[in-house]
């Protein structure tokens, strides 16, 4: 299957997607664990997507949201950010309440 | 290879002339940055947009050369 379709089905079939080094349990890298840990905290189910574990989807992701690092969250179908960005609006707050705007806490 | 603050900062400032930036090397190694960079290129845009500006000023190097640097921007 082509890689930006595969991509696509799996955001449009989980609410909550994050592309990460490792998985939800175990993170391999600080920015994945950092944004797997707010989501945690916030009690969300996401799936996360473990991009080491295929090379194809570690650069089709990068292409498909045309952004050069991982993680990357998205958040029914839509792109949130990075690490950075994530963070930033976890403590703002904005990111809970976009959560609840979507009905997902 | 990795790269020094001067570096990073020339990237910046030539995609972005007007940009404030200030860059720390969070463990000393080169490899793991943070920059805080104000720009009126930012005012107006999404957090997104304002951080690919700055992954573009790049030129491919962040994910590559440059493993670690954490973006905070804001307009001006």
């Known amino acids: 299957m082509d890689i930006k379709l595969e991509i696509k ?16 349990e175990a993170p391999q890298c600080g920015f994945s664990t950092a944004v797997s840990n707010i989501l945690k905290h916030l009690n ?20 498909y949201s045309d952004w050069p690092t991982i993680p990357q969250l998205y958040i029914k179908g839509e792109f949130i950010g990075g690490c950075d ?4 609006m976890f403590e703002k707050g904005e990111l809970k309440k976009l959560l609840e705007t979507k009905n997902l806490i | 290879m990795a790269l020094s603050i001067e570096e990073i900062k020339k990237l910046i400032t030539s995609s972005i002339p007007d940009a404030t930036i200030e860059i720390k090397d969070l463990m000393g190694d ?13 005012n107006g845009k999404s957090k997104i947009e304002q951080h690919k500006i700055v992954y573009k000023s790049l030129q491919g190097k ?5 493993h670690a640097l954490s973006i ?3 307009g001006k």
Do not use: W
Not at chain 2, 62 to 66: D, I, K, Q, R, S
């Open chain 1, 44 to 63: 969300i189910n996401f799936k996360g997507i473990n991009i080491l574990e295929n090379e194809t989807m570690r650069q089709g992701i990068k292409e």
């Open chain 2, 30 to 42: 080169s490899n793991h940055y943070s920059a805080k960079i104000s720009s009126k290129i930012f």
């Open chain 1, 85 to 88: 960005i994530v963070k930033e």
């Open chain 2, 62 to 66: 962040m994910g590559n050369e440059l």
């Open chain 1, 9 to 24: 089905n799996i955001i449009d079939k989980n609410d909550v997607c994050l592309f990460m080094k490792g998985v939800p």
């Open chain 2, 72 to 74: 905070t921007t804001e």
